[in-house]
């Protein structure tokens, strides 16, 4: 019979042996770098979307391990605000469009940035997402114009306070002559889940996020933002045609990282971004959601988003005084 000695020495071995081999893999996967793409808004939005196409696209570009973080929260600042503070090695980034960048800091205050120079520029990725207002299918408003003097206040669901849908909302009240009411959620995904409920009476935000219950048959678009129809819902008329300017032309989605990142990991990101952005099957799903590819290098990226920050100064001046800010 083993000793009581002998038999914890013959488990132990093993043991070590397996500890051992357990280090090296430790070891082996610490030597893959990781590198986050912040989101500032719920998984399934139109930001989102874009950001797990192009980790998927970056992952075996860059050879690292590549994952989306979602931060949801005012409007993409929490996202925000957490790449102020990580490390300035490139491999903090946040992907986002010209609202938590360029509209943010005009809103809010203290938001810990005053403009998207703040941030460095990676690259550019895409025109940003159409936009569209939707009601339930079995809503009796067929166009926008059915809105026209409704009688009673039509609350409006919107993806994040200041965003262009809840300036939107206030223009849209004032052109046809209702009392809309925007209501500001943490992003597309959960004012979708409202609008299908019934809980809102109307719904305006990312087409990506519409797209799938549109087609299923659970909601109704009314009109949809750009210079023109989109190619998959010609049906749908822009708000351009029903009366309604001002949404011709969208803003931008891109690639950030903090201030002092390296001109090196820049370099480098922004050649595998362009190389991921070539890829037809990128370039299809981004079309499916009412984006289009529009690469762009770190100069061109920083030049626009300050182009839209100047821009909607003056608006969001005007969405301050309706707010009562």
Same mark, same amino acid.
């Not at 920083?302 to 009562?324: K, L, P, V, Y």
């Given at each position: 019979?083993?000793?009581?000695?002998?038999?914890?020495?013959?488990? +132990?071995?093993?043991? +070590?042996?397996?500890?051992?081999?357990?280090?090296?893999?430790?070891?082996?996967?610490? %030597? $893959?770098?990781?590198?986050?793409?912040?989101? /500032?808004?719920?998984?399934?939005?139109?930001?989102?979307?874009? %950001?797990?196409?192009?980790?998927?696209?970056?992952?075996?570009?860059? /050879?690292?391990?590549?994952?989306?973080?979602?931060?949801?929260?005012?409007?993409?600042?929490? #996202?925000?605000?957490?790449?102020?503070?990580?490390?300035?090695?490139?491999?903090?980034?946040?992907?986002?469009?010209?609202?938590?960048?360029?509209?943010?800091?005009?809103?809010?205050?203290?938001?810990?940035? %005053?403009? !998207?120079?703040?941030?460095?520029?990676?690259?550019?990725?895409?025109?940003?997402?159409?936009?569209?207002?939707?009601?339930?299918?079995?809503?009796?408003?067929?166009?926008?114009?059915?809105?026209?003097?409704?009688?009673?206040?039509?609350?409006?669901?919107?993806?994040?306070?200041?965003?262009?849908?809840?300036?939107? $909302?206030?223009?849209? /009240?004032?052109?046809?002559?209702?009392? #809309?009411?925007?209501?500001?959620?943490?992003?597309?995904?959960?004012?979708?889940?409202?609008?299908? %409920?019934?809980?809102?009476?109307?719904?305006?935000?990312? +087409?990506?996020?519409?797209?799938? !219950?549109?087609?299923?048959?659970?909601?109704?678009?009314?009109?949809?933002?750009?210079?023109?129809?989109?190619?998959?819902?010609?049906?749908?008329?822009?708000?351009?045609?029903?009366?309604?300017?001002?949404?011709?032309? /969208?803003?931008?989605?891109?690639?950030?990282?903090?201030?002092? $990142?390296?001109?090196?990991?820049?370099?480098?990101?922004?050649?595998?971004?362009?190389?991921?952005?070539?890829?037809?099957?990128?370039?299809?799903?981004?079309?499916?959601?009412?984006?289009? $590819?529009?690469?762009?290098?770190?100069?061109?990226?920083?030049?626009?988003?300050?182009?839209?920050?100047?821009?909607?100064?003056?608006?969001?001046?005007?969405?301050?005084?309706?707010?009562?800010?």
């Amino acid at each position: 019979m083993p000793s009581a000695v002998s038999l914890p020495r013959r488990r +132990l071995l093993p043991a +070590l042996a397996l500890g051992a081999l357990g280090a090296a893999a430790a070891g082996r996967l610490r %030597a $893959v770098p990781l590198t986050r793409i912040l989101v /500032g808004f719920p998984p399934g939005g139109g930001v989102d979307v874009i %950001a797990r196409l192009l980790a998927r696209k970056l992952e075996a570009g860059l /050879g690292e391990v590549v994952l989306v973080e979602n931060r949801p929260g005012a409007g993409g600042l929490l #996202a925000a605000q957490e790449l102020l503070a990580a490390r300035p090695d490139g491999h903090t980034l946040l992907l986002s469009n010209e609202h938590t960048l360029a509209i943010v800091p005009h809103i809010v205050e203290g938001a810990g940035y %005053a403009s !998207p120079g703040d941030f460095a520029a990676v690259a550019q990725v895409t025109d940003k997402s159409a936009i569209a207002l939707a009601v339930r299918a079995d809503s009796p408003w067929l166009k926008l114009q059915d809105l026209r003097g409704h009688p009673g206040a039509l609350s409006v669901g919107v993806p994040a306070p200041g965003s262009v849908p809840e300036l939107a $909302v206030g223009l849209l /009240g004032e052109r046809f002559g209702v009392a #809309a009411t925007a209501v500001p959620y943490r992003g597309g995904a959960p004012l979708v889940t409202d609008l299908q %409920a019934g809980y809102l009476e109307l719904g305006l935000t990312s +087409l990506a996020e519409l797209l799938e !219950p549109a087609s299923a048959g659970r909601l109704r678009l009314l009109a949809i933002s750009g210079p023109g129809r989109h190619a998959e819902l010609a049906v749908v008329p822009t708000f351009a045609e029903q009366g309604f300017a001002g949404l011709e032309r /969208g803003g931008v989605a891109g690639l950030f990282a903090p201030r002092g $990142v390296s001109a090196a990991r820049v370099e480098q990101l922004q050649r595998q971004v362009a190389r991921a952005l070539e890829s037809d099957e990128v370039r299809a799903q981004l079309r499916l959601q009412g984006s289009r $590819v529009n690469f762009g290098d770190a100069a061109t990226l920083a030049r626009n988003m300050d182009a839209i920050h100047q821009a909607w100064a003056e608006r969001a001046e005007a969405w301050r005084a309706r707010a009562g800010g």
